[in-house]
């Protein structure tokens, strides 16, 4: 996978982490952010380069901090790299 | 100040701070980001909403953690915002 992706997906499966412990849909949580729903499900996915300012507003979004998403994105990235060495 | 000028400014901050401490200049950041040197400015400054994968790759450049650079972003809108409260 490439280094992009890599990224990408686990900054995605942070985000759907976070957005199922706080109960809400996709679209709840496109309408807090002000952000399209379809953009969500592409970030969850790992399809976005998500910007600075979306990503706090996610994070804001799912009063989480920003940089709780971001730990949690390295943890998937070092999860992802573990499964591969299998 | 707007929000995304804001978070822009803090994490330019937290860039600037992390490259000093590298000991490096903005040339030497860019060259090991693969990004141009004028971009580095344009963060530093709080210009630019840049991107997870842009993000990644400085933080790489400057060996420290992506988490590391969103808290100290975080610190510095705290501080930003304690500031405006003088």
Redesign the interface.
Known sequence: MKA?NR??EA?GRAVRKARTVAGISQEELAARADLHRTYIGDIERGER?????N??KIAEALKV???LL??Q??KNMSKAGASKKE
Chains 1, 2 share one sequence.
């Open positions: 992009e990224i990408q900054f380069n998500v910007s600075l300012l990503m706090s901090k920003f940089s971001v730990r994105t390295e």
